[in-house]
């Protein structure tokens, strides 16, 4: 498995004993206006869905003060990278490591050639000398900020150099934000205000992380040139996005009160974890968002222990850049943390 979250992997019996902390959602649960709004637009999933997602992208680009159609909705964020790359095709791009395993598993098929830019272990922080990898050769540079899995920002003020490096060099800049939410600081941070004078940047937001939808499936892409979205709409299925999941992802736009909650409530139980984690001797990056990398050297099977006391991390030996050692670690609900934690004393004894 690439990612966190085999929940469908283990019997009933199991399921309903395991603490999953290898999927990053709210601990707050699912807001009850999505299944308001499943259930009041349930009649209508008799029809096909709508290609392009119009009323959703219409409702996006009000709450993000953009054009709606620089808007485009996917099966969750994943989707749209695959459509980028699917639809763009680039031959060479830089990819930092360790990050989100999908980037590369979807050029992959199209034979990209990864640019590997590797981040110091000290701190998994982007410098100013990956601007160096940049040049008229690379199509394509991905970063997800904050990344995955490490949860580390990378300065606002270095994100604009790289989108300025790339645009000179006729590159793209694949800004992965799926995570930014969590910072409370998504309007500071976001570089959504530089999508008008820069088409060739393309910015990754989902409604999974945030509002507990994994499910669900919903994530879209904001890019301002339209015959690059017109590439990416065709470089998939034509209905993407469920009339039931454009619904939810519409009354979730109205959410703000609930985000303020998630944010604040992540924040509490990070410096929880910290210094639980302190306590025991487990090495952690600390991140901004909802999840944790943590390493314990020369501990390879950790996975399997905690596993065998009813709690799922996620291993990231598949991540390029890291060891078997290194494990990354959800930030759920106080309870649950607190569990995890004692499960985690008994196993490293």
């Known amino acids: 498995m690439l990612h966190g979250g085999n929940f469908y992997g283990f019997t009933e019996d199991i399921k309903k004993e395991l603490l999953d902390f290898s999927a990053n959602i709210s601990p707050l ?28 992208s219409k409702a996006i680009g009000m709450k993000m003060n953009i054009d709606p159609l620089w808007v485009i909705c996917g099966n969750g964020a994943a989707d749209i990278v695959y459509r980028f790359v699917y639809g763009l095709k680039p031959k060479k791009a830089v990819v930092i490591h360790p990050t989100f395993v999908e980037y590369e598993e979807a050029m992959r098929c199209i034979e990209t050639e ?9 701190d998994f922080k982007i410098r100013e000398d990956i601007l160096d990898l940049i040049n008229n050769d690379i199509d394509a540079v991905f970063i997800c900020n904050p990344n995955n899995p490490t949860g580390v920002l990378t300065k606002k003020s ?12 006729g590159a793209w800049l694949v800004l992965d934000e799926c995570f930014l939410d969590f910072t409370g600081r998504e309007d500071e941070l976001s570089l959504v205000h530089e999508l008008q004078g820069n088409d060739r940047l393309l910015i990754l937001k989902s409604f999974t992380k945030m509002y507990a939808i994994p499910g669900i499936r919903l994530g879209f892409g904001l890019c301002s040139n339209p ?8 470089a998939g299925q034509s209905w993407a996005v469920s009339t039931l999941a454009e619904s939810a992802g519409i009354a979730l736009l109205d959410e703000d009160e609930y985000c303020t909650k998630v944010i604040s409530y992540v924040d509490r139980e990070r410096k929880f974890l910290e210094t639980e984690l302190e306590k025991i001797g487990v ?3 600390h991140g901004n968002a909802n999840y944790m990398l943590i390493h314990c050297p020369g501990v390879t099977d950790l996975y399997e ?22 494990y990354r670690i959800a930030i759920n609900d106080h309870e649950s943390n607190k ?3 004692e499960r985690m004393k008994k196993v490293l004894v």
Do not use: F, W
Request: charged content about 30%; overall charge neutral.
């Open 29 to 56: 649960g699912m807001p009850d206006s999505v299944k308001q709004a499943i259930e009041d637009e349930m009649a209508n999933a008799l029809h096909y869905p709508d290609p392009v997602s119009g009323r959703l």
């Open 114 to 122: 990864i640019i590997s830019y590797d981040l110091c272990r000290k």
């Open 158 to 169: 270095l994100l604009l150099e790289i989108a300025a490096k790339t645009a000179q060099c």
């Open 227 to 234: 015959e690059a979205i017109e590439k990416m709409r065709r």
């Open 283 to 285: 090495e952690y990056i």
């Open 305 to 326: 222990r905690l596993l065998k006391e009813k709690v799922m991390i996620r291993t990231c030996g598949n991540y390029k850049n890291l060891d078997t050692d290194y």
């Open 339 to 341: 569990a995890m934690i």
